[in-house]
Structure formats: C-alpha cells, structure tokens
C-alpha cells in the first residue's frame, strides 16, 4: 500500500491497486496463454488437423467471470470516490483561487496566501474558483484532484492526516506557463497553525495596490512578471522610465517608456514591440482599461522602478 497523507488515501489507493493487480494478472495469463496456444498447435508432420465446436460452457464462463470482475472494479473505484463527494458539518472552509499562472488561497477577511496551510487531522473545504481559464487543483499526496472551471462551483475536500509539505500542481493545460503553476500544502499542528494565522494575519492584511489589482485581475501578470523575470512579455519590473529598444514597423529604434509609450503598449501593443519578444501576443486592452485605470497602473509602476 502506497503512502497517502490524507483520509481519502486509502480509498483510491485499494481501488489502484486492485485494478492494477487485475490488469497485470490477465496480461501475464492471456500473454502465455498464446504462447502456449502457439506451441502446442503449431502444424507437426504427421499430425491431423482438428476441428472444435462451439462451447456453450466456456461461452457462459469467459462473459459471466468478466462481468464480475468489472462490476468488482466498479465498486472498488465507487467506495474510494463516493467519501470524496460528503464533506463533514463543520469542515473549514477555504477558497483556491486559479489564475495564469499561480493559485491563491483566500482564508477570508482579506487574509490571502500562495501556499496552502492547514492543521493536521482537521476536514477542510477548498472551494475552487477560475479567474480565466481551466484549471485543475491536484495534490498528489492527499489523492484529491477536481477541474476549476470558471462560472461554475467546483469543491473537493479531505482531512490532512500527517505534518509535512506536499505539491499542489495544475493539470489542465492552461497556457505558456502551465507547468510552473505550482503551490504547497503545508500541513502543521494544531497550536502552530493557530500561532501561524494570528501572526500572518496581524501583518499581511495590508490594502493591495489598486494599480496591482487592476494588473492582476485583468491578467497581466500573468504574462508581465513583477521581479525581473521573462515571462511572455517584458517584466514591469524596472520598466517606468528605462529606455527600451522596440520594433516600430520595420524600424529598430528607442523609446523611453513613460506615460504615452504605457497608454500605447496597452491600446497598441503591436505597434512597438520590445526586442527580443514576439509580435501578436497581446491583445488590445482598449475595451477593457480607461484611461484613468492606466493612470493608475502608472503610478504603480512607477514604485517597482526603483531599486530597493
């Protein structure tokens, strides 16, 4: 039996197992079943050739024996399925959020994380929500995977049962970057994870920057990175003001990226492509920001431009 951190283990495991060892077995016996065959009839002088018949018997046996081995697969996957859809009276609850390309977890009153932390031996409800595309929440060692699909409420549940960390990854192919959509769910003790809410929560409730919010839920981070990194486009890191070699036409020339070459990078990304990206990945934000929404975006820019 597998290792499983979490009370639905155990279910799908037997279920695995179960089905594996079926499978393996008739592989192995259908394999040397024709070897066999292909010895012991394989065409000898002087031996005559033999006709069978029907059997009505062995017709009974290879339909009946199937039919039950099936039907003991489907109870097997049933009995380890079924707990996953009942979630206890007074389970917490949390909510995952799935975006391109990172997962958020909201513990409500504006107390938000990207790794998921839990107590050890509590049920939890993990609410699942899209802000763009399919997504799906998996974290192998709990044995728990549901589609996060947006408009649509989606839920899994579990009750950790032993202390560590364990990969939270995405499985719906979502994009560029979806095999970096990676979190951890880690799981503690009781007095630790109480400790560790009153703490995180007395410093990280503090009021997101609105030009961040408008970054964020219109998904531009998910192609922009806020600390250096290439991602798709340049990183807004270091951006407001730095002179920018950019493809205009099929002209190579210089700009400064002030307020027009922002109000223009986001109206008109293909006007002026920075060297080094591909041209026709962006879409215009003309019908989605106001002008007063980048204003705003520029002023947070602005703070990630200078150098801690």
């Given at each position: 039996?597998?290792?499983?951190?979490?009370?639905?283990?155990?279910?799908?495991?037997?279920a695995?197992?179960?089905?594996?060892?079926?499978?393996?077995?008739?592989?192995?016996?259908?394999?040397?079943?024709m070897?066999?065959?292909?010895?012991?009839?394989?065409r000898?002088?002087?031996?005559?050739?033999?006709?069978?018949?029907?059997?009505?018997?062995?017709?009974?046996?290879?339909?009946?024996?199937?039919?039950?081995?099936?039907?003991?697969?489907?109870?097997?996957?049933?009995?380890?399925?079924?707990?996953?859809?009942?979630?206890?009276?007074?389970?917490?609850?949390?909510?995952?959020?799935?975006?391109?390309?990172?997962?958020?977890?909201?513990?409500?009153?504006?107390?938000?994380?990207?790794?998921?932390?839990?107590?050890?031996?509590?049920?939890?409800?993990?609410n699942?929500?899209?802000?763009?595309?399919?997504?799906s929440?998996?974290?192998?060692?709990?044995r728990?995977?549901?589609?996060?699909?947006?408009?649509?409420?989606?839920?899994?549940?579990?009750?950790p049962t032993?202390?560590g960390?364990?990969?939270?990854?995405?499985?719906?192919?979502?994009?560029?970057?979806?095999?970096?959509?990676?979190?951890?769910?880690?799981?503690?003790?009781?007095?630790?994870?109480?400790k560790?809410?009153?703490?995180?929560?007395?410093?990280?409730i503090?009021?997101?920057?609105?030009?961040?919010?408008?970054?964020?839920?219109?998904?531009?981070?998910?192609?922009?990175?806020?600390?250096?990194?290439?991602?798709?486009?340049?990183?807004?890191?270091?951006?407001?003001?730095?002179?920018?070699?950019?493809?205009?036409?099929?002209?190579?020339?210089?700009?400064?990226?002030?307020?027009?070459?922002?109000?223009?990078?986001?109206?008109d990304?293909?006007?002026?492509?920075?060297?080094?990206?591909?041209?026709?990945?962006?879409?215009?934000?003309?019908?989605?920001?106001?002008?007063?929404?980048?204003?705003?975006?520029?002023?947070?820019?602005k703070?990630?431009?200078?150098?801690?």
């Amino acid at each position: 039996m597998f290792t499983g951190a979490s009370n639905l283990a155990e279910g799908v495991d037997r279920a695995f197992i179960f089905i594996f060892s079926i499978a393996g077995f008739f592989i192995i016996g259908i394999t040397a079943f024709m070897i066999w065959t292909v010895i012991h009839f394989s065409r000898k002088k002087g031996k005559p050739a033999q006709q069978f018949t029907g059997s009505v018997k062995l017709e009974i046996i290879w339909t009946t024996v199937p039919l039950i081995i099936v039907m003991m697969m489907f109870y097997m996957g049933w009995s380890g399925f079924a707990p996953m859809r009942k979630v206890p009276d007074g389970a917490m609850e949390i909510q995952a959020i799935g975006r391109m390309w990172e997962w958020e977890f909201d513990y409500g009153n504006g107390m938000k994380t990207s790794d998921l932390v839990l107590p050890v031996n509590k049920p939890v409800r993990v609410n699942l929500k899209s802000e763009d595309v399919v997504h799906s929440l998996f974290i192998p060692a709990f044995r728990v995977k549901e589609d996060v699909i947006p408009g649509y409420d989606t839920y899994l549940w579990f009750i950790p049962t032993i202390v560590g960390e364990y990969e939270i990854l995405c499985t719906e192919y979502c994009g560029l970057l979806h095999a970096s959509m990676l979190a951890k769910a880690k799981i503690v003790e009781q007095a630790d994870y109480d400790k560790w809410f009153e703490e995180y929560k007395a410093a990280a409730i503090v009021p997101e920057p609105d030009g961040y919010l408008l970054l964020r839920n219109t998904g531009c981070i998910a192609c922009h990175s806020l600390d250096g990194t290439k991602l798709v486009g340049p990183s807004f890191k270091g951006l407001y003001g730095s002179e920018r070699s950019v493809t205009a036409g099929t002209n190579q020339i210089k700009v400064t990226a002030d307020e027009k070459y922002i109000i223009n990078s986001i109206y008109d990304p293909d006007s002026e492509v920075v060297t080094g990206f591909a041209k026709g990945l962006m879409k215009s934000y003309k019908d989605v920001l106001k002008t007063e929404d980048i204003a705003t975006i520029t002023d947070y820019l602005k703070t990630l431009s200078v150098e801690k």
